[in-house]
């Protein structure tokens, strides 16, 4: 994958960020953006784990009414009534959330909720959450649908300000295997916010290109893609060094599997597009650095 651009999208962001928030610090913002209006949102759905992350980031937990099954950060939003999960969100669990604004990603299932509930006078947005452009723009229109834009564009330039100390230049790219399931074996490919997340923190993908973003990969292709590192989300706090894994001791042949560079690290931090996405490219950069 071409990242040339890539290294021009988080310091161009920056910059826009910088210019609007010379006078400007983080703040809770109950009481609207500095132009007075109040906050038009204050019974809040959110069907993802990363929207639910971003509301949190933005300072505006409290106005989550409810969430999915998989959202489980920030602590205090844990027990919220639930409406459903990520993959199926319950229409009739949200409508007795009784939300003025639901909040999903560009998704079929989420769009399938999002026309119901919009038949029915309830107010929704859809959000994209694929690359790390997309993260800014998602801020920016959760931030002015909740009436909080201000707080958006310290987030987004808070951000912005982390993953350029992040961006690692020069030098020697170990070849990235990510690996999001076992069986079938299923890795991710260019195109994404994960093969991004590699090259930010220093590696590049083994996965050439691909007609599909999380492509199945087979033997052959395991083999041929010969990656010096193989990462792997889990249940884990910090990156794990995983070299005596049963599951890839018989591809021995592979140069990660025979110089015991298996890593784990945590799914959450890595798997969600979210204001927690710079954790997830430092765990990346704590396995290429051999921990």
Known sequence: MDHSGLASVVPSRLIYCLVGLACLAPCACRQGPAEGRPCTAQRIVSLAPNITEIIAALGQAERLVAITGHCNWPQQIIDRPKV????QPNLEAIIAARPDLVIGLQMPSHGLVADGLQRMGYRCLLVRLERFED?????DRIAEAIGCSQQGRWLCGHLARIQAGQLAVGGPRPRVLFVLQRQPLRVAGPETFIDQAIYMAGGINAIGPSPFRYPPIGIEELLASRPDLIIEPAAVVQPTRSADDPFWARFSQIPAVARGRIYKINEDLISRLGPRISDGIDQI???????
């Open 84 to 87: 459903g999960t990520f993959w």
């Open 135 to 139: 993260l800014y723009d998602a801020i």
């Open 285 to 291: 950069a704590q396995c290429l650095h051999g921990l």
